[in-house]
């Protein structure tokens, strides 16, 4: 078994890291509060926000998501369709609409070779509450961002999710992470 690579952080102090612990809180918050179009603008044109299956393998393999499979892997058309989907009577996954709570923790930043670019690794977990009768559903993940800096704004420019369970267990992933 080899030890997973740690490289050293910028200090939380750092003018890029408090930029990006700053727009985690607040893509957190429009989240939450189903604010669509101000979390769309937070975004990229040329986003990835991708999702890979895990998987439990033996100690050794070397295998830990697959390649060739993901639970959802989107650009910004197909983030604008599913938002625009969750705003029509046609989004029965979310009948009743989902309460989510993004608390999102362990923010570490790296620099890039650009300056106005921004490696961001956070922890995530999401609680959703559907209804009166179904139970919490909790998802735990790590989120890798890649932050890039247009004018005085940062948006995202990919987002990879690693769920921490190789099987989900929530109904659907009609939320956003």
Known sequence: MTDAVYVPALPHDDARHLAAQHFLVEEAAAL???AWEAWLRMLHD???????????????????????????????????????????????????????????????????????????????????????????????????????RVGERWLLRSRRIHGDEAVLRTQNLAILL
């Open 32 to 34: 939450d509060a189903k």
């Open 46 to 148: 040329e986003i990835s926000y991708v999702m890979p299956v895990r998987v439990t393998t033996a100690v050794g393999d070397g295998l830990d998501e697959r390649a060739d499979m993901a639970h959802f892997d989107e650009d910004l058309y197909s983030l604008r369709k599913r938002v625009e989907r969750l705003r029509t009577d046609h989004a029965w996954t979310e009948d009743p609409p989902s309460r989510t709570r993004h608390v999102v923790s362990n923010v570490r930043t790296h620099a890039t070779s650009s300056e106005g670019e921004i490696d961001v690794s956070s922890s995530l977990l999401l609680l959703r509450s559907r209804g009166d009768t179904r139970p919490l559903e909790v998802v735990s993940a790590g989120r890798d961002d890649h932050l890039v």
